[in-house]
């Protein structure tokens, strides 16, 4: 399949996306992982050993039916998280056979090109081009900066600012700076950690004057709505105290404190 086929498509595929799903805010950024549990069952788990797996997508059988599960390493920073969870809301809205249809190809869908078509997606829905055009050329007035002539360490200072407005990761940003092509494949290979490890040193000196959470690493555990399903399962008893008391423990899943204040809501009036 020609790759240029499946980027022309792509913000049309993005758009149904979140026409469907009622994803209104352009700029979503850790609101993702609101609408991702929207759609699948997502446990948040720290894997610091697996320093390459951001998250992973996988399907199971639960009550007879067959559900969508997204993990997402929260040993990652914040930055990394949303990206991951961008990536695995293509997977779970089966992006790549709405471009398949929009294209009405008959093409075998491989894993190598699943990945990429849904590493394009998390791109476009995190960072759309237009807004994304405009917030870079916006910093370059705030910082008096020309497009000619332009030092590198201060087009990498305009690079945080965009991961500071998206809360993406420095590689999801270079990359998505040349798919909207503002640089060229070379500038863009000059500004990779590959070619320089001098640019992280870089990054994280401007990362630090930029009040933003995205290098926060939470190392969270969680699934949401655990609580309830883990209090009706103590009223039922139909799970033993044996496996509750570990998934309490594996999630540090504390117990709350239940009084007899009652607050009345009401508005005075009516």
């Known amino acids: 399949m020609d790759w240029n086929k499946i980027i022309g498509v792509m913000p049309q595929v993005v758009n149904s996306v979140r026409s469907e799903y009622v994803v209104n805010n352009t700029i979503i950024k850790d609101d993702i ?40 390493n929260t040993a990652h920073n914040t930055a990394e998280q949303i990206f991951a969870a961008a990536h695995e809301l293509g997977h779970v809205w089966r992006v790549v056979d709405k471009v398949w249809d929009i294209l009405g190809s008959d093409e075998e869908i491989t894993d190598e090109i699943e990945e990429k078509i849904v590493g394009r997606f998390a791109a476009e829905l995190l960072m759309p081009e237009a807004e994304f055009k405009k917030t870079f050329f916006v910093h370059l007035e705030e910082l008096n900066l020309k497009t000619t002539h332009i030092r590198r360490e201060e087009i990498i200072r305009v690079m945080v600012m965009q991961m500071s407005d998206y809360m993406v990761p420095y590689e999801a940003v270079r990359r998505r700076m040349i798919e909207t092509h503002i640089i060229s494949d070379s500038i863009g290979k000059m500004l990779s950690f590959e070619e320089d490890h001098w640019i992280n040193d870089i990054v994280e000196s401007y990362l630090k004057d930029i009040n933003t959470a995205i290098k926060t690493t939470s190392m969270n555990k969680s699934i949401p709505g655990l609580r309830d399903l883990i209090e009706k399962a103590e009223h039922s008893g139909a799970v033993s105290e044996y496996v509750l008391s570990k998934i309490k423990e594996d999630f540090s899943v504390e117990g709350v404190d239940i009084t007899d204040q009652i607050i009345d809501l009401s508005i005075e009036g009516e």
């Open 33 to 72: 992982f609101r609408i991702l549990e929207r759609h699948c069952i997502v446990v948040y788990y720290p894997f610091p050993e697996e320093k390459k797996n951001r998250g992973f997508h996988i399907k199971r059988f639960m009550n007879g039916d067959l559900k969508d599960f997204v993990y997402i």
